[in-house]
Structures are given as C-alpha cells and as structure tokens.
C-alpha cells in the first residue's frame, strides 16, 4: 500500500524542503516550479480537502491558506513531525495512506502532490474506487505527480537520467510505480470520473477528475 517506502520518507524528512527547493542537481528539474505546482493543486480544490502524502506540509499550507477544511494524511512519523513543527498547530495531521483512512467524512476534493505513484496500477484502481464513494457528486480527484505519456516515454527519461550521471534518480524511475495518463484515465473513467491531464513540467502532471453524478 506505499508504505515500502516509509523509511526512505522518514530519512528524508529532514532535507525534503531543500530537495523541492532545488537544491538537488539531479530533482532540479522534477520539481521545477514547485510552488506554482502546490498553488495550482490548490486552486482546482474546493470544500473539504483530504490531502494524503502530506509530507513536510507544504500543499497542506496552501490549502489552509485558501480557507478549505483539510483532513491531512501521511504515513510517515518523521515527515508528520516535520510538518506539524511547521503549521504550528493549525492542524493534527493523521497517519494513513492512500488505501487506509477514515471513509466515513463527505469529501469535496482529495489532493496530493508527488505521492500517488508510490502505489502499483492495482493499488491505484483499489483507491480510485474507495474515493468514488467519499466524494461526493460533482467531488474532485486533483493530483500532482510524475507520470508518462507511454510506456516508451518512462524508458527513455530512465536513459537520459543515466547518460546525464543521475543514479539516484534513474533508480527511483525504475523501482517506483510511475505509470502513463492511458492506464490512468481507463481507472479513472472505470470508476465514473471525467479526468483532464495538465503537464507542469518535463516530469510532472496535474490530474483532474471530476465524480461524474450516477443519478
């Protein structure tokens, strides 16, 4: 359920602001334009906002900001500690993950940002489908992350970190679960969502889904 990464997010937490911030040659460019990135996640969102992959609060700050009730979920204990350091109480941030939290609030929109594709394509359709039935209708699926256009595209960004000497980053592209908008829009539209892709920069969408109304 993405937590096989917990304790990469764990050692993280610490330099996480300085990698989003650019100060990591080889992410540079995966988090290009990071705050306009976090302030578009947080314009398409509206009402109550189930944030998951909270992180170090950063998207979480957005949204408070905008004036939206937030349920904010992060299964790492460091990052938490990291972000509610920095939202100095503005809210209690809840362990969970995208497969496992409370499914008993009325959500508006559920957002996240860099996060989604630490599940497989399987995991991914089993939460597409819990958020069917929190959202309400006409509710919102709004999420930042890197993914591909085709298969082929996700190979040869594997190619080009390695040519350029970014180990580190060829290594996440080919362990974690980074999939392609066509696998993404049939869940999405499996589970009764109209979905637009955006693309932010070299690496990095903006998904868009909107609960279609069954009645």
Do not use: C
Request: glycine letters at 8%; charged letters at 30%; zero cysteines.
């Amino acid at each position: 359920m993405g937590r096989e990464f917990l304790e990469v997010f764990d050692e993280w937490a610490s330099t996480y602001d300085h990698t989003v911030g650019g100060d990591d040659l080889e992410y540079r460019e995966v988090f290009r334009g990071y705050p306009s990135i976090l302030k578009e996640v947080s314009r398409r969102s509206y009402g109550h906002v189930m944030e998951f992959g909270t992180g170090t609060g950063n998207l979480t700050d957005f949204l408070l900001e905008a004036g939206y009730e937030v349920t904010a979920i992060e299964p790492s204990k460091a990052m938490r500690e990291v972000a509610n350091k920095k939202l100095k109480g503005k809210i209690n941030i809840l362990d969970g993950d995208f497969l496992d939290f409370p499914n008993s609030l009325s959500i508006d929109t559920i957002a996240s940002t860099y996060a989604f594709h630490h599940l497989t394509d399987t995991e991914k359709e089993t939460a597409i489908g819990k958020y069917q039935n929190i959202l309400k209708a006409g509710g919102k699926i709004v999420f930042a992350d890197t993914m591909f256009e085709t298969k082929e595209e996700h190979d040869q960004a594997i190619k080009e970190a390695k040519l350029k000497g970014y180990m580190n980053l060829a290594k996440d592209l080919q362990t974690e679960y980074y999939t392609t908008i066509p696998i993404l829009r049939e869940i999405l539209e499996k589970h009764h969502f109209s979905v637009r892709f955006t693309r932010l920069n070299s690496f990095v969408w903006i998904l868009e889904a909107v609960r279609k109304d069954e009645g």
